[in-house]
């Protein structure tokens, strides 16, 4: 059955194409496993709630904007009757009754991890798509004040702020029992000519209950939603998402405008509600441990949840994740995603904020997205296993990719990562094969937070383990360093073994010496693995490394953007350009230490990474890096589009 929805149906109707419905919630009722609901072009102001799930991948049901017709779903209100109250200050006074399901404006940012969110709410304002900046005083909308750059609280850096004009667009709230009054500095604007929307639903298309399995959205925009704070210790609500359910599809959809997370493949609530922050009793850390065993109590399980696809939508103006996930993203595959201008407004801070921020993405695969201007690009925190990060690009952010507390195997491979704190390596057991990462890599050991690895493809959980630091491979990549940079290269790895023999001697001789037993393995750096890289302008190799390559010459590298295609300009020195690199695979990288496993696909078979970045297939002779056609001298290749 295919049930259809149009702006001149009516709820009443029989949802066919000659009989539409008005809302997408009412054909939400009548869609069961199978169907079909087609929506046409229009704004529909509403927080779809999936009634049925589907039963599986072929009898998913499906919600799909009419082909050619620009379908968006909003969360926002349009709001008139505003007044003028002084100079380019309005003010407009709403009903709660806009609110049935809680006023935006009354709920201030809360959570787990949450830093610096003086005072600010899940309300939002807009003229014309464009999100004000909310004031924490009326003064401070009379006077806005714009600042052009500001202070990257993780790095403790001063950056470019995005926008500074758009500063002088603020709003304030106060809010009465039963009414909020809102005034904003429209500046030259009067918001009764413009069009002038406030944030009114937390979400633009999210089950109220989980279990909603099997549905694949598809075509919209969807925008302007009150999304609160998402870290994996609480409900992960996002303005699209899944809600602990399995096998979504949401595929060529624009997101954007979610007050804090797009889209969400996170956990729900009864496995823990920011209990760190409300009880105050434990640590954060020891909540989210918490959490992974009491989801397993509920079945967090490959047969369960996750195994979702998210692929081809465009991403932007969220404040603080494009796509976010805890648990509920296992077994997934988010490709083909182009991710932008995430948290760069900085009205908040908190230790959960990333264009992709996935916790416990066990097998989840992360392929060829663009991802940029954010202030930080990829963030994977907590049980990388079997998780794959291939043929991406991150340029403009402030940072590029973290990793966390975890201990493999991983793979990053086939990426170009640009920023000046390109990688953050806080976790063991990784594999980096033919990226190009200009910039600094930073390592971090964390012996005082233990985190559960797993059986192989699996969510049982094998065992817990701190973080030793080391377990990597670092095979065929390219190192770009650049004046101001420091530890560009493998360099940070010196003094680390470069075999597991010779690491298993040095523990075994302190606990014979010692009659100690754990404390020894924390007393050794781990082995590393690396060889075949080359390294230009200033990068540096790690000291037992064979068969590198060293340059010091600047390779004027640079990113281009040329309406919607993205190319590489290098000037490749001959060194670089040789090809004295071997193709890696399961075979060739070793296994990790801690979780005993191999480096697999999801469904167990060898991995071989011949495909680059370009999807071009590698001789088995080939150059270190992303391109396997990069030549001697000047290359200009479209790497994007």
């Known amino acids: 059955m295919e049930y259809h929805v149009a702006k001149h149906g009516t709820d009443a109707g029989q949802g066919t194409s000659g009989d539409p419905f008005l809302t997408i919630n009412r054909a939400a009722e009548a869609a069961e496993a199978g169907d079909t609901v087609t929506v046409h072009e229009g704004v529909y102001r509403e927080w779809v709630k999936p009634k049925h799930p589907g039963r599986s991948h072929w009898r998913r049901i499906t919600y799909q904007a009419a082909e050619g017709e620009k379908v968006v779903i909003k969360g926002s209100e349009e709001v008139t009757g505003w007044e003028k109250v002084d100079g380019t200050v309005w003010k407009v006074t709403v009903s709660h009754d806009l609110f049935p399901e809680g006023n935006p404006f009354a709920e201030e940012l809360f959570g787990d991890w949450l830093l610096y969110s003086p005072g600010r709410h899940l309300g939002e304002v807009y003229m014309n798509g464009r999100a004000f900046y909310e004031a924490e005083s009326y003064d ?91 870290p994996p210790t609480a409900d992960q609500p996002g303005l699209l998402g899944p809600h602990w359910s399995k096998g979504w599809i949401i595929e060529d959809n624009i997101i954007h405008d979610a ?76 490709t083909d995603n182009h991710i932008y201008n995430i948290a760069v407004k900085r009205e908040f801070y908190g230790h959960e904020i990333a264009g992709i921020k996935l916790h416990a993405p066990i097998d989840t695969q992360i392929v060829h997205n663009r991802i940029h201007d954010c202030s930080l690009s990829i963030w994977l925190d907590w049980q990388l296993q079997g998780t794959r990060v291939s043929r991406n690009i991150s340029y403009r952010s402030n940072r590029d990719l973290f990793v966390e507390v975890s201990s493999g195997p991983y793979l990053i491979d086939h990426n170009i990562f640009t920023a000046d704190y390109a990688i953050d390596n806080r976790a063991q057991g990784g594999a980096y094969v033919n990226n190009l990462i200009r910039g600094e890599v930073k390592l971090q050991k964390l012996l005082d937070r233990s985190t559960p690895y797993h059986q192989p493809h699996s969510t049982e959980v094998k065992g817990t383990a701190p973080v030793y630091g080391g377990d990597d491979r ?84 640079r990113i281009v953007e040329e309406g919607d295609a993205v190319l590489l300009e290098i000037d490749l020195p001959e060194e670089a350009a040789a090809r004295f690199c071997s193709i890696q695979s399961t075979h060739t990288l070793p296994r990790v230490r801690i979780v005993d496993a191999e480096f697999e696909k999801p469904d167990g078979s060898a991995v071989f990474l011949e495909e680059d970045l370009a999807g071009r297939t590698r001789n088995e002779t080939t150059i270190p890096g992303p391109l396997s056609e990069l030549v001697e001298g000047k290359n200009r290749i479209t790497i994007w589009g």
């Open 259 to 334: 007050k804090c997370s797009g889209i969400s493949l996170g956990k729900e609530i009864s496995t823990g509600d920011n209990y760190a922050s409300k009880r105050r009793d434990k640590p954060g850390y020891h909540y989210q441990l918490e959490t992974v065993f009491a989801a397993a109590q509920i079945g967090w399980s490959r047969e369960r949840v996750g195994s979702h696809v998210v692929r081809r939508n465009t991403i932007y103006d969220c404040g603080q994740n494009g796509i976010v996930g805890h648990l509920g993203c296992i077994f997934s595959e988010i």
């Open 140 to 230: 401070q909308v009379k006077a806005p004040v714009v600042e052009t750059e500001v202070l990257d609280r993780w790095t403790e850096t001063i950056v470019p702020a995005h926008d500074p004009e758009q500063q002088r667009y603020t709003w304030y709230a106060e809010v009465h029992d039963e009414q909020t009054t809102i005034y904003a500095n429209f500046q030259s604007a009067d918001p009764n000519k413009e069009l002038t929307e406030i944030n009114a639903r937390k979400c633009c298309f999210f089950p109220d209950v989980t279990g909603m399995d099997y549905i694949t959205v598809r075509g919209f925009e969807m925008a302007q939603a009150a999304t609160p704070w998402t």
């Open 474 to 557: 670092w095979v065929n990549n390219l190192f770009i360093g650049d004046d101001g940079i420091q530890n560009a290269g493998t360099s940070p790895y010196n003094g680390f073994s470069a075999s597991l023999d010779d690491y298993i001697e040095a523990v075994q001789e302190i606990r014979e010496r010692t009659g100690g037993d754990h404390e020894a393995f924390a007393m050794v750096e781990e082995p590393v693995y690396i060889h075949s890289n080359a390294y230009l302008h200033g990068a540096a190799p790690y000291e037992e490394e064979s068969g590198y390559v060293q340059v010091d010459r600047d390779p004027s590298f």
